[in-house]
């Protein structure tokens, strides 16, 4: 039987390479993510302290329908750049390597353009269809332009294939304390409403999606050369790029609605359950300090495993990092659900204490997604992405027409109750999947 104590732990990455590498990468996202993390919660405080609870609600409205336009149409390649990057280096083959980073950029470009056109189209009907106010429809506005910037997808999957990690920490730091410089400024030059508050986010967000393309840029021009990259041939891509990036992608498309619809359901409340709902989810994210550096730096050895056909070894990595997260998490969870309202209600608003219940319900939900965060990364190492579109579809669907039909008798609460039912059939079918399928 194995055990995950902290001596176990040691003699595994001073012993293995594969762990050393893991607890190396992660220790360094966890840096980078932690100092992006103080300083946008700061942002977020100022934010929510100069606007308002309806202002700041009004300001999460336009940001989040840019969020979900963009994850609606916008493709992000990155993990196309890592599962056959990562074949590519396994077989040296520098010329397909070179045709997966230039397709890649070339669907990040296209789809940023097009879902920069769309959402500018359909903005006034999104608006007016579902009652936003002036401010959170000008929010929206400023917002849509950030999408033409968004060619992330294959200079992320670029940076973690190549395993510099260390770039991403030290440029998310820098781009998240550029955030809250450019808010400040706005605050001490302009009148503090909406559309400030929003075009000094989207012009952070700009120069932080730029600033990583041209690091991605220098990382791909020392390790191949850009005129490889440029000439790169469609023939050259590995057999099934093409299949696994639309699936992917399209994976990515029908997760939206968890990610970003419950905004515009409590939106139909009002701004104010936007604003407490969006700033108890912005708190809550410190939690995944842990999960998203696993995330992201476990893919890529995943994917190293799986292509030398050790898929066995591969979930047993997942199973080991779910039991030393629950660890770690968990209590922090505990600990939040006893700090936080009490302090906010007296510090910030009475408004948010009032709602503890809500907050509690939500450290509950994050904590248990981020304990079992590494099953979504291991399905796509398994070049599982088709089935993964299949059951991130239906628990979508679940979770919309549980928030449709209890929205009305719940209030707030059907939002988390919703996530819950799509958070536990996700991971179910998932980890069913790769048990029953993948490895029997």
Known sequence: MMHCSPKFLREKIRGNEFWGKLAKNVSTIVVGQGGASAFNMLTSFVSAGFLGVAGYGS?????TYMQAIDALLNFQSWQSVIRYGSICLEKRDERGLAACIKAAFLVDLISAVAGCVISFAIVGFVAGFLGWDSAATAA???????????????PTGLLRLFDRFNYVAIHAIVMAAVKLLFVSVSIMLFENNVIVFACAYCAADVIKS???????????????????????RRV????GYVSFTVWSNLDTTVDAPIQYFDVFFLSLLSS??????KFFRQLLSVLS??????????????????????????????????????????????????VVPPALAVFMDPLY???????????ALAAASIVFSAIHPCFNAYGLSKQSTVITL???????????????????????????????????????????????
């Open 210 to 232: 730029l600033t990583l393309l041209f690091i991605a840029v220098y990382v791909a021009h020392r390790r191949l050369g850009l005129f490889k990259i440029v000439k790169a």
């Open 272 to 277: 104010e359950a936007v604003g407490v709902f």
């Open 353 to 363: 204490g009032a709602y503890w219940y809500l907050f509690a319900t939500l450290a």
């Open 236 to 239: 050259d891509l590995p057999a």
């Open 394 to 440: 239906i628990s979508n669907v679940v979770y919309l027409v549980a928030c449709y039909l209890l929205l009305g008798k719940l209030g707030v609460m059907a939002i988390p109750l919703a996530m819950a039912l799509q958070y536990s059939l996700a991971i179910s079918l998932k980890d069913t999947y790769i048990r029953k399928v993948v490895l029997d």
């Open 289 to 338: 300090l842990l999960s998203r550096p696993v995330q992201q730096a476990v893919m890529p050895q995943l994917a190293e495993l799986i292509a030398k056909g050790l898929y066995g070894r591969a979930y047993d990595v997942v199973r080991k990092i779910e039991k030393v997260v629950a660890k770690v998490v968990i209590p922090c969870a505990a600990i939040a659900c006893l």
């Open 59 to 63: 300001l999460m409205i336009g940001q």
């Open 140 to 154: 929206a506005v400023v917002f849509c332009f950030e999408i033409l910037a968004h060619i992330e997808g294959a």
